[in-house]
Structure formats: C-alpha cells, structure tokens
C-alpha cells in the first residue's frame, strides 16, 4: 500500500486495511532490499506479534495516533531487548528499556519492524562503518545515502 505514515493510520483507523497486513508488506520490503543494507536490525517475528495485538486493539474500537503504523527507528536509539552499538564493534548488552522517542512511539501505538544502519557514533557524513557494513543509496548503490540516518 503506497500510503504515508498518516495515510496508514487512518485507513487503519477506517478498517481498510490491517496492522498486519501493513506490517508484512513492510518486511516484505525490507527483506527485498537487503542488499542496501538500509537496516542492521528486523523484528519479523516482535513486529508481528505487535501487529496483531494492534489489529486486536482497533478492532475494539481503541484509536491511537499511530496504533498498527508500522516505523524503524535509528539503531542509536535503545529499544528494549536490541543492542545499541552505535555502529561500534564491541560487546554491546541489550537495552533494558525503550528511548524516550521509542516510548512515546509504542504509546502511540507504533509497531517497530527494526533499526537502520548508522555510522560510527552518528558522527560522520556517510552511512558506513567496518563492524555493520555500508547502507547504499537506493537510487544509486554505488553511493552511500550519506549522514548517520543512511538507513533510514
């Protein structure tokens, strides 16, 4: 479905189409454009299982701003049960709790399919680093999207 995050949200909100169903062609797309190296972390099965308790929800009529939307969120961001390398090598313990950003998303109603591909401590202009590999520009894969949000 070719929607923008708040066309998502409301044919999700009119019953026209299913978190899940958003969800999926999300991975789908994800796992076809692998070669971008666009995300270093996918939550198939978290964001599924998110989607269906989102489906459950608005089914019973909750509304949320983002309830069954499905978002990535930058890998410098902690997310609950992931790693935050910042694109470091290193022995990186998972987070305990969700960034204030992730927070507020999840409270919205959210589903996190991943986090995309950073530089090195989100400091330089180009999305690469030597532990997580490169993200490539879609429209050109010979070029690095540039920037610490090159995943995104």
């Given amino acids: 479905m070719e929607l923008g995050l708040a066309g ?9 189409i299913s978190s899940s169903e958003l969800v999926e062609e999300s991975l789908e797309r994800i796992g076809r454009q692998e070669s971008l190296g666009a995300f270093r972390v996918v939550r198939s099965e978290a964001a599924g299982q998110e989607a269906l ?12 701003p983002l309830l069954g939307v499905p978002v990535a969120v930058k890998d410098d961001t902690d997310l ?11 022995d990186h313990l998972p987070a305990k709790r969700d960034a204030e950003v992730v927070r507020r998303l999840r409270a919205a109603g959210a ?5 995309t591909t950073t530089c090195e401590l989100g400091l330089w202009p180009f999305s690469e680093s030597a532990e997580y590999g490169c993200a490539r520009n879609p429209w050109n894969p010979e070029y690095t999207p540039g920037g610490s949000s090159g995943g995104s």
């Fill in 8 to 16: 998502q949200a409301e044919a999700l909100a009119r019953g026209e």
């Fill in 53 to 64: 308790d989102a489906d459950k929800r608005l089914a019973n009529g909750e509304r949320l």
């Fill in 80 to 90: 609950a049960g992931e790693t935050t390398p910042f694109a470091v090598a290193g």
């Fill in 111 to 115: 589903v996190v399919v991943g986090k």
